[in-house]
């Protein structure tokens, strides 16, 4: 039997490469023989010759079990899974699986209101009908945090029809959900509980961490292993429960769906190097990182004006416990905005943020990497770019964005609008109509329209009203929202 410090998949495409076997077989560069060598400088010959096919007798056909099998064994028994598939195309592509997997089981689906923009292309691919929930949204720093479990409880009563519901946790900012609580609601009312927790692949490797979400009984969990975990970017792992609520034969069907017949092994060969290095060394990478964390935190506080979220966020609406291992940078003091700093911070610095908002910058830190150099380097910059803000960047009368009106009556499925009849209208002559694309002002970020939606007066003016007070708007084809694509309805 495999162990933890075992790297099936990687040994076998060794294994494989090693022999030198005839390649009459894609991808056509032949293990590097035939790439351009910028591309081999690039992947290095190693990585080229690494490079095979699915159904690669010895590695994923062949006697059970395949290198294949062992190695997501291996995987869902690190995640604690009962089952785990590995991604090529990131949570993304897990969301998509989710909401596949829930639409076996019916039409209608409890979906939190800000969930990534691959939740909301899934409800289109499943034409799953999404009753919304909002997040608990912070009145200070303007930003969402989770969906807590009363609100999913009126959801789902709301929506007696409900297959499932889907919830983020954590947040981009670190906030945790209340799990547990979430878990308990769903399953009171017999329907499987999904957690996107695509910033969360970490959590199950050290006791400091909240707790993940499978230990909570959690369905279906989809997790992002490039992000924090070290992957390579577009490789990520889907995780099912011990719930019994969702078939493992559909969600095998569902990945299959939405994956290409040629999956890249080095991506696979990532997460079975990343789960190795999570799974016998996590505890002690994540410690390494933690401590070096703390530090930078003082270290940015000393910063006249900058402060830190951190675990005293839990216990605000919608956040249950912190994830110390992100670095969420509260810039209200200052009195300039998270874009101007990030701006700052790229061009004197080179210095690059994962995400900057109005009053919150996200710096984002990997399991494994010497936290404390990389540390010293935003430390020094965040001060520089503090310190370079002219007055005029120091906005004395930050902006109040107000929250956001209700959003509109769904009026057919997200699939319905996005793939029916549509037209381009003028932003002024929209009100009334269906819409058939997403707008979600920036702060906070929660959508204020999806498909399927009707659009109103209120909701258009305070878009508008938003993009003049320098906020963004995302999701829109027409970003200055002077037209927006609308369901012709016959
Ligand atoms: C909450 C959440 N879910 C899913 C995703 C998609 O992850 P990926 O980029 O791995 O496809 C993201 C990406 O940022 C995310 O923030």
Not at 2 to 13: F, G, I, K, N, V
Not at 164 to 189: I, K, Q
């Amino acid at each position: 039997m495999a162990r933890q410090s075992d790297t099936p998949y990687l040994d076998a495409l060794r294994a494989y490469a090693a022999r030198n076997p005839g390649r009459f077989h894609v991808p056509g560069h032949k293990g590097g023989l035939g790439a351009d060598p910028a591309l081999v400088e690039m992947v290095g010959e190693r990585g080229l010759s690494l490079d095979v096919p699915a159904l690669t007798y010895g590695i994923d056909v062949g006697d059970e079990p395949t290198p294949f099998r062992e190695a997501q064994e291996l995987a869902a028994a690190a995640w604690g899974a009962r089952r785990t598939w590995w991604l090529v195309n990131g949570a993304s592509q897990g969301n998509h699986v989710a909401l596949l997997a829930l639409g076996h089981r019916g039409h209608r689906v409890v979906t939190q209101r800000n969930a990534h923009s691959s939740t909301i292309d899934a409800l289109i691919m499943s034409g799953l009908r999404p009753t919304f929930v909002s997040p608990e949204l912070d009145p200070e720093l303007h930003i969402a945090h989770c969906m807590t479990p009363d609100a999913l409880d009126r959801a789902l009563r709301e929506t007696p029809e409900a297959v499932g519901a889907t919830v983020v946790s954590p947040t981009y900012f670190g906030a945790v959900a209340d799990v547990e609580g979430l878990v308990e609601v769903a399953h009171s009312h017999g329907v499987p509980l999904v957690v996107d927790e695509a910033w969360g692949a970490h959590l199950a490797f050290h006791e400091e961490l909240p707790a993940p979400a499978l230990t909570f009984g959690a369905d279906l969990v989809v997790s992002s292993t490039h992000k924090v975990v070290g992957s390579l970017t577009q490789s990520a792992m889907i995780h099912l429960g011990d719930g019994g609520l969702i078939e493992e034969e559909v969600v095998d069907r569902c990945v299959t769906l939405v994956e290409s017949t040629s999956p890249s092994s080095l991506l696979f060969g990532s997460l079975d190097a990343a789960r190795r290095s999570a799974a016998t060394r996590g505890r002690e990478l994540v410690d390494e990182t933690l401590r070096a964390l703390a530090r930078t935190r003082d270290a940015i506080r000393e910063i006249p004006g900058l402060d830190v979220l951190d675990e005293r966020l839990a216990g605000a609406p919608g956040v249950f416990a912190y994830d110390p291992l992100r670095l969420a940078i509260d810039v209200r003091g200052t009195r300039v905005s998270g874009y101007e700093l990030a701006r700052r911070l790229r061009e004197d610095h080179d210095v690059l943020m994962e995400l900057a908002g109005e009053n919150v910058m996200v710096a984002v830190y990997g399991m494994g990497e010497d936290a404390t150099a990389a540390s010293e380097r935003l430390v020094a910059g965040l001060r520089g770019a503090v310190e370079a803000a002219s007055e005029a960047e120091r906005d004395t009368d930050a902006v109040q964005f107000a929250p956001p009106p209700p959003w509109g009556e769904l009026v057919m499925t997200p699939r319905e609008a996005f793939l029916g009849p549509q037209e381009v209208v003028a932003a002024r002559d929209a009100v009334g109509r269906v819409a058939s694309e997403s707008l979600a002002a920036y702060p906070p970020g929660i959508p204020n329209v999806l498909p399927g939606e009707r659009l109103t007066a209120e909701t258009l003016d305070y878009i508008e009203q938003t993009i003049a007070h320098g906020g963004s708007l995302r999701g829109a084809s027409d970003r200055a929202l002077r037209t927006l694509r609308v369901v012709v309805e016959s």
